[in-house]
């Protein structure tokens, strides 16, 4: 049964940080494209950042020098290291793994920023 269980939301304020994580279980993750996601009330889910299997990342520009992908294929695990948080970054964040036959999302968990 495949897997993908995020961690890490929380309330932060305003300038604050906070890491996500993702940990996949029954797929070979090593050999996934790994994205993360947001989706706030009223807006479409947009792609936050994405990490290939060998390493090359990509970042929307709204998240560009804030925001980090990085993966751990030994443990299985896709973060987001996210710093500089602002209260539009405030969304439910959602992991997703892809090869070009499988596409599997994570729940969510739910990032809030706020004073």
């Known amino acids: 049964q495949v897997q993908l269980v995020e961690s890490g939301g929380g309330l932060v304020q305003p300038g604050g940080s906070l890491r996500l994580s993702c940990a996949a279980s029954?797929?070979?993750?090593?050999?996934?494209?790994m994205y993360w996601y947001r989706q706030s009330p009223g807006n479409q889910r947009e792609l936050v950042a994405s990490?290939?299997?060998?390493?090359?990342?990509n970042y929307a520009d709204s998240v560009k020098g804030r925001f980090a992908i990085s993966r751990d294929n030994a443990r299985n695990t896709v973060y987001l290291q996210m710093d500089s948080l602002k209260p539009e970054d405030t969304a439910i964040y959602y992991c997703?793994?892809?090869?070009?036959?499988?596409?599997?999302w994570g729940q969510g968990t739910q990032v809030t920023v706020s004073s």
């Open positions: 990490i290939t299997s060998g390493g090359r990342t």
């Open positions: 029954g797929i070979t993750f090593r050999a996934y494209t």
């Open positions: 997703n793994g892809r090869n070009s036959v499988n596409d599997y």
